[in-house]
């Protein structure tokens, strides 16, 4: 994939990783830009007449919006918004999170209601293609009036302030733009509007967490088809029939996926012993299902997301309308990240579980899946550290939708918290990867207790690309290691 056109053609989370992983070079397609250079013309010539108000483009913001501003002002008035909203506070955002803020910025900006120029949406796009990152923090948007201070932020670097990273250094922006001999832009009216009003931020967030989302609950699936296989489990919890009159998608789909992970194996096939199995194995189908039903609704919400216009106001040259709103309000992200944080959190949850039974000493297993238990406290301690970071999960999980506080003089009675709700999820997609790195290094040294039996053809080749990383244990050793390498190897699976 060499080059990247934005344009109105719907794009797809699946689009996004495609983008990302290939690094191509994204442009601006013609479509676009006659739509932004159509849409600036319109607000150009409508503000000329000097004979009507718009909020935020000729009036001051928030509860200032009764405040009119003259046309010399007009473009101090944006530059003093970006500068005076960049109040965020906390961590750094991660670099690949604000490459995507860029990205997913234009493509906002590229259907033509927002007013912004043209050189302003391709500096956001050069940006992205140079690597030159802005610094923005994870703290300070409320997800209501768009997210304004991570977003401004983002947009300091166009107008020479604030800082960035360029090429592995930390620098003023100013420093940047004269590296790569660009001048910084004059905002021109709306435009700072049009660059903070926005849900970029947990847009961002939600790509990233859907992206890495899809990739674990396939990978959840797989390591808990090996543990299964290590406590020598039924196969008739996942029979088609019993799942289909559940009538659940995401249930149906994941017991064929079991069926067919555990194909030909001979420890599947053989006489058990006991009669039913404890629900985290045998429940797997209906609780990693309903979690796949939650990454499929919210990947449609997001895409729909990012697919939008959520500045404001928004501008219609084609109806002579400028219509200020609140597509900004970013309560779909809020509750679907929410929801996004709850299953996932629920397949590290079962997946802990798994673990648990597995140190037990049952089924024929050795007590901490060590030869010598006792002298040995084989794999106690692993058990523990998922179980901490699956009760953490569990605290992230409180949901950020339901929280709302009155800002701007009671201009934004009622806010989102989408940002939080979407930095909040970010934190459980990575440790649901620590929890299930745990539970494959489990799981992989239990099946080694069923040999001479073997697993099935797809299962038996996952182990042994994952013992080429991560060896069988003998005797107790340094652990934090091998969980390091076990949670590394799962990003690939």
């Known amino acids: 994939m060499s080059e990247h056109l934005i344009s109105s053609k719907h794009l797809t989370i699946a689009q996004i990783k495609q983008i990302v992983d290939s690094k191509c070079e994204v442009k601006l397609s013609e479509e676009s830009r006659k739509k932004i250079a159509d849409c600036r013309a319109y607000l150009d010539n409508k503000l000329a007449s000097g004979q009507e108000v718009f909020y935020g483009i000729n009036t001051g913001f928030g509860s200032l919006c009764n405040t009119v501003i003259s046309n010399e002002d007009l473009s101090k008035l944006q530059s003093n918004l970006v500068k005076s909203h960049a109040c965020g506070v906390g961590e750094e955002v991660p670099a690949e999170i604000v490459k995507l803020m860029l990205l997913l910025k234009v493509q906002g900006l590229s259907y033509g209601h927002s007013g912004c120029q043209l050189a302003t949406a391709e500096r956001l796009l050069y940006f992205y293609n140079n690597e030159l990152i802005p610094v923005v923090y994870q703290q300070g948007s409320l997800g209501a009036s768009g997210d304004l201070a991570p977003l401004a932020h983002m947009s300091l670097a166009l107008i020479g302030e604030g800082e960035v990273n360029f090429k592995g250094e930390r620098m003023m922006a100013k420093e940047a733009l004269q590296k790569c001999g660009l001048e910084p832009l004059t905002l021109q009216s709306k435009e700072g509007l049009a660059l903070l009003n926005g849900t970029q931020f947990m847009s961002a967030y939600a790509v990233w967490s859907l992206i890495k989302s899809h990739q674990l609950v396939a990978a959840a699936d797989k390591i808990a088809a090996v543990s299964l296989e290590g406590f020598d489990c039924r196969i008739s919890p996942f029979s088609a029939n019993v799942n289909e009159i559940r009538n659940q998608v995401g249930q149906i789909n994941t017991a064929k996926v079991f069926r067919e992970l555990l194909e030909g194996s ?74 996004l944080a709850i299953a996932l959190a629920e397949l590290g949850n079962i997946s802990e579980r798994r673990t648990y039974q597995l140190i037990g000493g049952n089924r024929n297993l050795p007590a901490f899946l060590v030869a010598n238990p006792g002298i040995n406290s084989g794999f106690m301690i692993p058990q523990y550290a998922a179980a901490s970071v699956v009760s953490q999960n569990k605290q992230l999980c409180s949901p950020a939708s339901v929280d709302s506080i009155e800002s701007s003089n009671g201009q934004e009675d009622h806010v989102s918290m989408g940002a939080n709700a979407a930095t909040k999820c970010y934190r459980v997609v990575e440790n649901l990867e620590k929890i299930l790195g745990i539970e494959l290094f489990n799981g992989a040294q239990a099946l080694e207790f069923r040999r001479p039996l073997k697993s099935s053809t797809v299962l038996e080749q996952l182990v042994a690309d994952y013992r080429k990383t991560v060896p069988f244990v003998q005797e107790d050793k340094l652990m934090q290691p091998e969980i390091n390498k076990s949670i590394s190897f799962i990003k690939t699976i």
């Open 266 to 339: 001979e420890i599947i096939a053989q006489k058990k012993v006991h009669v039913q199995d404890p629900y985290s194995f045998r429940c797997i189908p209906q609780v990693h299902g309903a979690s796949k039903d939650v990454v499929d609704h919210v990947t449609a919400v997001v895409e729909r997301e990012i697919n939008a216009v959520t500045d404001n106001p928004t501008i219609f040259p084609e109806t002579d309308e400028i219509i200020s709103a609140g597509n900004f309000h970013g309560q779909p992200l809020a509750i679907s990240l929410d929801m």
